[in-house]
Structure formats: C-alpha cells, structure tokens
C-alpha cells in the first residue's frame, strides 16, 4: 500500500522563477493538503483539495495556486519566487472532509537564490 | 490571535525516563488534538488523536492529556529511547468539517543513552 508521494525531493530555483511541485496521496484517499513548512517552523497551513476543488485556503497569497485532478493527485504551483519561499513544502492526504488522520508525504525541500 | 504553544528550547533526557511535552493554546475552541513525530528532513507521522471530550488516550508507550479548561495536552513518553529523539509537534482542529490542521512549532527530544 503506497503512502504519500512528492516530487521532486528537492528543487533550486532564483528569484521570480515559477515552480510546479506534485503529490500523489495514499491509496483510497481523495483529499489533500499542503502545507510550508519553514526551518525550525511548525507546518503552515496552504490549501485543501477536494473532489477537484479548493476548499479551504491559509493565509498565502494568490502567488500560490493548485491543482486537483481526477485521480486524486495534486499539484502546487508558486509563481514569482521569493527568497521567503525557500522552505520544505509537504503534502497531506485523507478520506473526506473530516477530522481524519492526515498521512504526510517526506515533503519536497525548494532552495529559493 | 489564535496561538499554538510548545517548548521551543529541546528535551534532553536519560534512557529510560519519562518525557512530558507541552501543548497550550489560545483564542481557540478544538475539538481534535493530535500528536506528531517528525524527523529531520521527513514528513510528520500521525501519533495520537485526542477528543475534546476525552481526558486522556494512550498507545504502547505514549500517553497524551487533554484539559480544555487549561488549554493544554501534555504528551508523554514513557520508558524513552534513543530511537524516540525527534520532534514533536502538536495540531489543533476545530469541530467544523473541513477544518484546517494548526500546528504548534513543535519541540525536540533528545534521549540520551
């Protein structure tokens, strides 16, 4: 049983570059989760998908965008990169809407130049 | 504002001893409280679920407390081991479906041999 997949594992970009990062969630889950989290930080709180919407949002600007598709994989894209972006960004999945157990995938770590 | 309190400064204790970790919170009404494990460079690792109405929840080694008229959960580790040195974070989720994990920042245990 597959858990949580990200990619890439690590990623470097510069400064007003776009990036695309891609989860895949555990077997028989059907939402997920991002979240940022920077160094010596708790995770933050991005975005929710479901059911190929976005039903909740973080306090990110619109920079961050995403991306839900039918097989339940998800995409995280950030346009104009900032030094501040520079941190590990992690992938939740769950089943449903509910207060279930969120499985992380190992995250995917951006370098931000 | 809504705050997540753990113990920024690391846990250091001896191999075999208790560890207690703190969890309080402000300006917040959960109804779920987890329990984290999360090691360097990796994803957090779901531990424990806690009910506002539940007191306490124990597995194996682990025993987690919740009082919603401190505002706190402590987190227990009983008979601690090298292997459970990492950093534990807490996360709070209100009884809305669809709510967002808030997490703590987390604090690190360092059981020494």
């Known amino acids: 049983d597959a858990g949580v997949t990200q990619s890439p594992t690590h990623l470097i970009k510069t400064r007003g570059q776009q990036v695309t990062l891609r989860c895949s969630p555990k077997?028989?889950?059907?939402?997920v989760s991002w979240y940022q989290q920077a160094l010596g930080q708790g995770p933050q709180f991005i975005f929710q998908y479901y059911e190929e919407e976005e039903r909740q949002r973080g306090n990110f600007p619109d920079r961050f965008s995403g991306h839900q598709f039918p097989n339940y994989s998800s995409e995280l894209n950030v346009n104009a990169l900032l030094l501040g972006d520079s941190a590990l960004y992690l992938c939740?999945?769950?089943?449903?809407?509910?207060?279930?157990?969120?499985?992380f995938g190992p995250g995917t770590r951006l370098t931000v130049l | 504002s809504q705050k997540i309190e753990q113990n920024s400064e690391a846990l250091n204790i001896q191999e075999g001893k208790t560890a207690t970790l703190t969890c309080n919170y402000t300006?917040?009404?959960?109804?779920?409280l987890q329990w984290y494990r999360q090691d360097p460079g990796r994803g957090p690792v779901f531990l424990l679920l806690?009910?506002?109405?539940?007191k306490e929840k124990r597995k194996e080694r682990l025993k987690v407390t919740f009082d919603t008229t401190l505002k706190q959960s402590l987190f227990h580790i009983t008979a601690s081991q090298p292997a459970d040195s990492a950093t534990y974070l807490c996360?709070?989720?209100?009884?809305?479906?669809?709510?967002?994990?808030?997490f703590g920042t987390g604090t690190r245990l360092a059981v020494r041999p």
């Open positions: 996360a709070l989720l209100k009884k809305s479906s669809g709510d967002k994990l808030t």
């Open positions: 939740a999945s769950s089943l449903g809407l509910g207060p279930d157990t969120q499985y």
């Open positions: 300006n917040y009404s959960p109804a779920y």
């Open positions: 077997s028989g889950h059907d939402t």
């Open positions: 806690i009910r506002e109405n539940e």
